[in-house]
């Protein structure tokens, strides 16, 4: 059956050239006080809080991957809410902007599953599935 209703507009975070920029340098570096350090330069980008969170996962430090995945979760909301987003259409992972907020999203999925929030895991998950597919694919993948 076709959806008569026509969807909302695809929503993008604006990209933040200055929090992209110490990424890429602590990045260069390898090592978590880097990322911490952009974490700490630029508090609102779910990019820097993604990036540890992933780190922490790999680690096996799975609260503390939680902690900031829901961190650069809601720091998304609080951006995607000021791009027009209703709480409800696309999220496009191919814009660079959005990225941030979809990985950490991803990364809270997974943490949630290893600390047994199995709830909160499959609503993570298929939260990102509907922003965009092709953001739980390449992050999957």
Sequence with gaps: MQNLMPEPPATRIP????????????????????????????PTSSAAWAELAQRALDEGR???????????????????RRSGWKG??????SHEGNRGFLHSLYV???AADVIGESDE?????????DCDPAAADA???
């Design 15 to 42: 990209v933040d050239e200055a929090a992209a920029a110490a990424l890429e340098a602590a990045a260069k570096d390898g090592s978590e006080a880097a990322y911490e350090q952009a974490a700490a330069a630029h």
């Design 62 to 80: 799975a609260v503390t991957a939680y902690a900031y995945a829901r961190t650069g979760y809601h720091r998304g909301l609080d951006q995607l």
């Design 88 to 93: 409800h259409g696309p999220v496009p992972w």
């Design 108 to 110: 809270l999925s997974r």
């Design 121 to 129: 895991a499959a609503r993570c998950a298929q939260f990102v599935r």
């Design 139 to 141: 992050l999957s993948g």
